[in-house]
């Protein structure tokens, strides 16, 4: 776990935090993701714990995503981030990727 303290790392996560107005050590480590021409992630889902999951004991649950742009592509290039299920008529909320803007999503549902 020594990489949760990489000078990089860290003040990724003292970001979120700061966002949130969470400490620290509850945001997790950052995921490199680099999609090239064609490719792209499966659909986004609400990723809650079962209550009867014991690692929420130790870890609590995961309430929100984010996801930091380090590029800016052009329109019309691809690499949006899309929420099907907001605007459905429309074909869903479409984020264009910004370099340095970050995108926040929750990971759980009211329910």
Known sequence: E??????????MRLFVADAFGVDVAQVEAPRLVRYRGGEGS????A?????????LYLQG???AAVLINLR???????????????LPDQGG???SPVAGEAL????VDRH
């Open 2 to 11: 020594s990489h949760l303290m990489h000078p990089a790392v860290y003040s």
């Open 42 to 45: 499966p659909q986004a889902f």
């Open 47 to 55: 990723d809650a714990k079962p209550p009867s999951d014991p690692s």
């Open 61 to 63: 649950q995961r309430t």
């Open 72 to 86: 800016t592509l052009p329109a019309g290039a691809g690499g949006e981030t899309v929420f099907p299920q907001l």
């Open 93 to 95: 909320l479409a984020a």
């Open 104 to 107: 926040v999503w929750p990971t």
